[in-house]
């Protein structure tokens, strides 16, 4: 696993573009916008969906939705990810011969910014599950919260995206950012898919709202903690209380709350101590 983070480039002239217009008094403002671009995804022969996304790590974002759909099985074999950037299409190939015609028959749009697609049962593959041990320490929550609300990204640049980092402990490993916060979540599974890395010690954290897609996708990749600083919705809460996936959101400075999962907290960290979140620092792209 790469010691360095992935971590987002706000510097990157290909994800946003300057806009002029006029504000409430009606001066003259320049501000940056988030760009948006189709990618069609294929799996081997077979032309998937055609998602909305900023446009960076298209293969991470494919194998990731793959996964994330059931179409990519644990013991599949990737041989090749082609990404042609001016036809704005991924292609990724298996050694097995696939085919989804039946499954792509039910689709479901989900709540997802950007209008998120899941084929078949989203429920699929839930039942049975059992999510690793492990552990969570408040200590790591709040080192975790100041750190990604600090790190320079296309949030604070120019708004409009989600955010979502794959931790470990107290690190943030992998730090993705798109239109819709199931992108952001696909693009960290293809990238755990591809380096082989383990999700049973793994924290998921995401600006974005706890909601069923959320909670699922998180416990599909094997992830025991979900972390945000939204808040939730019912049904994402009974799905993380059926699966046992410890489920934290309303991470705002020194507070939080956790509506599943709470035997996983060690609570090794006094609220008290923990500065509260300067919300400036969060509106700095609103400014």
């Known amino acids: 696993m790469p010691d360095t983070p992935i971590l987002p480039n706000p510097d990157d002239p290909r994800l946003t573009r300057r806009v002029t217009g006029t504000d409430q008094t009606g001066a003259s403002v320049d501000i940056s916008v988030v760009e948006e671009r189709p990618l069609t995804i294929y799996l081997n022969r077979q032309e998937i969906v055609t998602a909305m996304t900023i446009g960076d790590y298209p293969e991470y974002l494919a194998v990731g939705f793959l996964r994330n759909q059931g179409m990519l099985r644990d013991d599949d074999v990737v041989t090749r990810v082609d990404y042609d950037d001016e ?44 999510l690793p041990r492990a552990e969570i320490r408040t200590s790591w929550l709040y080192a975790l919260a100041q750190e990604i609300n600090t790190t320079p990204s296309l949030y604070l640049e120019a708004g409009a995206i989600h955010g979502t980092v794959l931790c470990q402990g107290d690190r943030p490993l992998v730090y993705m950012e798109d239109v819709g916060r199931h992108n952001a979540v ?33 416990a599909l990749m094997g992830i025991p903690v979900l972390a945000s600083r939204s808040g939730f919705t019912a049904w994402g809460v009974e799905i993380a209380r ?3 996936l410890t489920c934290i959101g309303r991470m705002r400075g020194r507070r939080f709350v956790c509506l599943s999962g709470e035997e996983r907290l060690v609570r090794d960290a006094d609220p008290a101590s923990v500065p509260d979140e300067d919300r400036k620092t969060r509106r700095k792209a609103a400014s």
Do not use: H
């Not at 036809?87 to 050694?95: A, F, G, L």
């Not at 689709?107 to 429920?123: I, N, Y």
């Open 242 to 244: 059926e699966v046992g």
């Open 186 to 218: 696909d693009k960290i599974a293809g990238w755990m898919f591809r380096n082989g890395v383990p999700a049973d010690d793994k924290i998921l954290y995401t600006t974005g709202r706890l909601t069923s897609e959320m909670v699922i996708k998180c």
């Open 87 to 130: 036809i704005e299409t991924v292609v990724v190939r298996t050694e097995r011969e696939t085919s989804y015609e039946d499954k792509m028959q039910k689709k479901t749009r989900t709540s997802g910014c950007a209008v998120g697609t899941v084929f078949g049962d989203m429920m699929e593959g839930l039942e049975g599950l059992t």
